[in-house]
């Protein structure tokens, strides 16, 4: 699903000076660990909760970025998101790069 969340460079241990609204595809799933019968973690697997504008002020200034209830109930942080988002980004870029060798 592709959301808008909130972008702070403090997800990759900046300053937090560096903040804006950031469009990013994840899973149309819920990512968080649960474990399996073997008691290995794997993802929970739960279809995430719908996507709905939230507008906001933050130091003067208004951001609309998108918020979701999962029916899980495991809440997706905007760094987890984040983090999902980049790696994913990873993954194609390393599978477009094996494709066009
Ligand atoms: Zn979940």
């Known amino acids: 699903m592709k959301v808008l969340i909130m972008y702070r460079n403090t997800y990759e241990g900046g300053d937090g000076w560096t903040y804006h609204p950031l469009s990013i595809e994840i899973s149309d799933y819920c990512q968080a660990p649960v474990e399996d019968e073997e008691k290995n973690p794997v993802p929970c697997g739960v279809k995430r909760g719908t996507s709905t504008p939230h507008s906001f002020c933050e130091d003067g ?4 970025v998108d918020t979701w209830k999962n029916a899980c109930g495991h ?7 984040y983090l999902e988002h980049t790696e994913r980004q990873k993954k194609l870029q390393k599978q477009f790069q094996e494709q066009n060798k």
């Open 61 to 64: 200034e208004f951001y609309t």
């Open 75 to 81: 809440v997706d942080t905007y760094k987890d998101c």
